[in-house]
């Protein structure tokens, strides 16, 4: 069982001609495992999961899995039918995954007592270990502090990926070591690292994912200033990531590794040819 500690990546899901690249993700994911990441998540926000049926999604997972000890494996599950998110729950946990990462029900923006019911049915029904995503700005709906400090004790429910904007809130959770806290938003991993959090789920991570684990390894060593001159060093790269919506910049600098087209599913769109040149710049940057 993992716990959840680590660097770990939220993927990309390749597409060529609109249908996934399973070489692509493939090859992606051996070079992130070799890189020393704890392990990836599957079809999460990254992984443009909103534009994939359940069957696509169910087929990247297992994809992974081949390539994939499951302890290392992370899926996302999120949506606003309840019923419908149960039974998809129900198909994922046969694959028996690391873990499900889990968003408050997105549109709908239910009351805080919604929320706890919301989140206490799924981990009612989890055979699995729940990770709770904070991330208001896509869901529409934010977690009040005490409403996570509540719904955290669940004993199914293992870490929480903060992306809540709120740093009292991440200190809070963290000295309660009720679960694992995971960075989730890129510019903050070094803070949050220094804070005493447990890793991070990120998505810039896919480049030079070697340096991130670098970086929390010099951390839980004491040398603080060499894991400052790598973040340092990421900054510039982690910026130009989130220069558009992820994961167009994203894409956009694997397809110039040549690991996979520079292709995302409509309404989203590849990042534009300014974007292109930042992310090469940064990309150099980097570069051993």
């Given at each position: 069982?993992?716990?959840?500690?680590?660097?770990?990546?939220?993927?990309?899901?390749?597409?060529?001609?609109?249908?996934?690249?399973?070489?692509?993700?493939?090859?992606?994911?051996?070079?992130?495992?070799?890189?020393?990441?704890?392990?990836?998540?599957?079809?999460?926000?990254?992984?443009?999961?909103?534009?994939?049926?359940?069957?696509?999604?169910l087929?990247?997972?297992?994809?992974?899995?081949?390539?994939?000890?499951?302890?290392?494996?992370?899926?996302?599950?999120?949506?606003?039918?309840?019923?419908?998110?149960?039974?998809?729950?129900l198909?994922?946990?046969?694959?028996?995954?690391?873990?499900?990462?889990?968003?408050?029900?997105?549109?709908?923006?239910?009351?805080q007592?919604?929320?706890?019911?919301?989140?206490?049915?799924?981990?009612?029904?989890?055979?699995?270990?729940?990770?709770?995503?904070?991330?208001p700005?896509?869901?529409?709906?934010?977690?009040?502090?005490?409403?996570?400090?509540?719904?955290?004790?669940?004993?199914?429910?293992?870490?929480?990926?903060?992306?809540?904007?709120?740093?009292?809130?991440?200190?809070?959770?963290?000295?309660?070591?009720?679960?694992a806290?995971?960075?989730?938003?890129?510019?903050?991993?070094?803070?949050?690292?220094?804070?005493?959090?447990?890793?991070?789920?990120?998505?810039?991570?896919?480049?030079?994912?070697?340096?991130?684990?670098?970086?929390?390894r010099?951390?839980?060593?004491?040398?603080?200033a060499?894991?400052?001159?790598?973040?340092?060093?990421?900054?510039?790269?982690?910026?130009a990531a989130?220069?558009e919506?992820?994961?167009?910049?994203?894409?956009?600098?694997?397809?110039?590794?040549?690991?996979?087209?520079?292709?995302?599913?409509?309404?989203?769109?590849?990042?534009?040819?300014?974007?292109?040149?930042?992310?090469?710049?940064?990309?150099?940057?980097?570069?051993d």
């Amino acid at each position: 069982m993992s716990n959840f500690r680590g660097i770990w990546v939220a993927l990309v899901t390749p597409f060529r001609s609109g249908e996934i690249d399973f070489a692509a993700l493939r090859s992606l994911v051996s070079r992130l495992m070799d890189d020393g990441v704890a392990g990836v998540v599957v079809c999460g926000s990254t992984g443009e999961a909103a534009a994939l049926s359940h069957d696509e999604q169910l087929a990247v997972l297992d994809a992974v899995l081949q390539w994939v000890p499951p302890e290392q494996v992370i899926m996302g599950l999120a949506g606003n039918n309840l019923r419908e998110l149960l039974a998809f729950q129900l198909k994922i946990q046969l694959r028996s995954p690391a873990g499900l990462l889990v968003p408050a029900p997105y549109y709908i923006r239910p009351s805080q007592q919604g929320l706890e019911a919301f989140f206490q049915t799924v981990a009612d029904a989890a055979s699995v270990p729940l990770v709770l995503y904070d991330i208001p700005y896509r869901t529409g709906v934010r977690m009040e502090r005490e409403t996570l400090r509540r719904i955290v004790q669940h004993p199914r429910i293992a870490a929480i990926k903060d992306c809540g904007g709120d740093p009292e809130t991440t200190m809070v959770l963290i000295a309660d070591g009720e679960v694992a806290v995971l960075a989730g938003e890129d510019q903050q991993i070094f803070g949050h690292l220094c804070l005493g959090g447990a890793g991070a789920i990120s998505a810039s991570a896919h480049i030079r994912a070697d340096l991130y684990v670098l970086m929390q390894r010099q951390l839980e060593q004491g040398e603080l200033a060499a894991a400052r001159r790598t973040f340092y060093r990421l900054l510039p790269w982690i910026q130009a990531a989130f220069a558009e919506p992820n994961p167009a910049a994203i894409k956009g600098a694997l397809a110039l590794q040549g690991m996979m087209a520079n292709e995302l599913r409509e309404p989203m769109q590849a990042c534009t040819p300014a974007t292109v040149e930042r992310v090469r710049g940064a990309l150099a940057a980097i570069a051993d």
